[in-house]
């Protein structure tokens, strides 16, 4: 049986959200899953139901589908999200997990490996299928795998050493960077080894190899 509280209950959660925030239909599902102890499938279903009755009403608006945002009017507009903050959490956040990562140019940058600064950030996700809004400054790319929690920061890692010759480097000392990287993540040696020699090529498995090895040849 319908539980009456669902509705009231998630208007009162809108209502709280800021003017301009987007709200995300998967992160309200597992609120309500948890407030009132019913299966995810359930509260999915509930949310989408709801928000959609919401955005009809005017109470909320419609990002794209399974995002919302509250709207307030301004001397400039309607206030609305920043839609490449939005899109990178939607391609890389499903509610708690883990489904996309950074990758690319953007993601040589944010460790220091160049100092140039892309306009467009690449994302790795399960979600590569989406098609995007052309105002948003996002590559999306299909990953090698299915990404997880437990696998994200390795395939992160060796995305980073397969496009390693072809990339343009400017750090210093790129292999201390990405050694650094890898006692920093607390990355697994031999599950990088692993995952490179089932996922990628062997040239990148080797240059893989060339670097641990440069790195245990340095510590001896």
């Given amino acids: 049986m319908e539980y009456r ?3 009231k209950f998630l208007t009162e ?11 995300y239909a998967d992160d309200v599902a597992v609120v309500l899953a948890l407030k009132f102890a019913i299966p995810m499938e359930h509260a999915k279903k509930v949310v989408n139901v709801n928000l959609k009755r919401l955005a009809d ?14 709207a307030k009017e301004t001397a400039f507009g309607k206030t609305k999200p920043n839609i490449d903050a939005v899109m990178t959490r939607f391609l890389t956040l499903n509610g708690e997990e883990i489904i996309g990562y950074e990758t690319g140019v953007s993601f040589q940058n944010s460790i220091g490996l160049i100092t140039l600064m892309p306009k467009i950030k690449e994302i790795a ?9 052309p105002k948003c400054h996002i590559a999306v790319r299909k990953p ?3 990404i997880s ?7 992160q890692f060796i995305d980073l050493i397969d496009e390693f010759p072809t990339a343009y480097i400017d750090a210093a000392d790129p292999c201390m960077l990405l050694n650094n990287h890898i006692n920093k993540q607390d990355l697994d040696k031999l599950k990088l080894i692993s995952m ?8 990148t498995l080797l240059r893989l190899l060339d670097l641990l090895f440069e790195a245990e040849d340095e510590t001896a």
């Fill in 57 to 70: 009403r005017g109470v909320i608006e419609r990002l794209k589908a399974g995002i919302y945002y509250k």
């Fill in 5 to 7: 509280g669902y509705g």
């Fill in 196 to 203: 490179a020699k089932k996922y990628y090529a062997n040239k």
């Fill in 149 to 155: 929690k437990d696998n994200y920061k390795y395939l």
């Fill in 125 to 133: 996700t399960n979600r590569h299928r989406i098609k995007l809004d």
């Fill in 144 to 146: 090698r795998r299915k």
């Fill in 13 to 23: 959660r809108i209502r709280r959200e800021r003017y301009g925030t987007a709200i």
